[in-house]
């Protein structure tokens, strides 16, 4: 199985790839960091608890990460009633409380902590903002060459979700976002709203995990509910009925990479745009050597099979932690 570690502010979509990561026969997650995103770092932290207890696997450790971006001190935070933030997921799941409890050791320590003592590959999956990842890149300047693979959700090539120009985890934290995209890991992959658009899941999927009869497929089902509701009334999806759940495609590229379909290219985040902060500058010109701008640092997801997907989701939701 493959080792993941997933970076998340759960959300219900981020819910949807913490359950695929945890079940799905051929994934094993090593843990949970938690970090200020769809909702405050604390809420973040408790949904993903809930996930985890409701699932069976109450064993997989959870770290809690960054309350405020690298930078920007109220961006996204302070949050509203009913602001960009909150208007897809609610702060807390609809999963029952838990008494599970984060490590008492924060997010960033277990990521460097984890990766300096690996001695087999460990994916890294940020699916919300890259506060902890941006913080571990300061904090150890060896992170990037520890990490051997990261798999980022986030951004979008010249459009936007939160403003015309800008997906919300790169948005929420430009400047952490810059500084992962320029840090020089490895090897990086996006799966960009491009892709996720592409794999959005209908009531039918909805009702079919239900069908499962298992505490996964029952979460599934009610969380892909809540998120057409949600896209059918903010922002709906052509012909309505359907919506994305972008975190858990970026878990499925790594059970098996075709689900995506991905371009090597320059990609790099505006930090001081005054229309276009948070967006991901992604260079699609192919040039030859000798004329190149930027050598290719990200594999960018522009499609994704949504069949394989979802045959990816029924085979983990059907398990039972
Ligand atoms: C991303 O933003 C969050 O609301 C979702 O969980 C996902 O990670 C999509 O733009
Ligand atoms: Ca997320």
Known sequence: ARKLILDVDT???D???????????????????????NTAVENCT???????EHIGRPEIPVHQG?????????????????????????????LPKTSLKARSSGAVEFLIETYRAATDEIALVPVGPLSNIAAALALDPGFADRVPEVV????????????????????????AAAMVFQAGFRKVTLVPLDATYQASLSHADSASFEA??????????????HRIAAYDAVQPLPGGGHAPIHDALAVASLIR??????????????????LTVGRTVIDTQVR???????????HVAFGADRALFLSLLTEAFARRG
Not at 46 to 52: I, S, W, Y
Not at 72 to 92: A, C, N
Not at 288 to 298: D, G, I, L, V, Y
Request: hydrophobic content about 40%.
């Open 15 to 37: 819910a949807i790839a913490i359950m695929l990561a945890a079940l799905h026969p051929s994934l094993e997650l090593v843990g949970c960091t938690t970090v200020n995103g």
């Open 66 to 94: 960054m309350a405020r971006p690298l930078v920007r001190w109220t961006f996204p935070t302070p949050r509203k009633e009913g602001d960009q933030s909150s208007r897809i997921h609610g702060p807390h799941l609809p």
């Open 288 to 298: 030859t050597e000798a004329f190149r701008r930027k050598a290719p640092n990200c």
């Open 257 to 274: 990479p075709e689900v995506i379909t991905t371009e090597f290219l320059h990609v790099d985040v505006e930090t001081v745009g005054t």
């Open 152 to 175: 980022i959700m986030g951004g979008s090539h010249g459009w936007g979700n939160v403003t015309a120009a800008a997906e919300f985890n790169i948005w929420a934290d430009p400047e």
């Open 11 to 13: 959300g219900t979509d």
């Open 46 to 52: 408790d949904n993903t608890l809930r996930v985890l």
């Open 212 to 225: 499962l009869g298992t505490p996964a497929g029952h979460a599934a089902s009610l969380f892909v509910k």
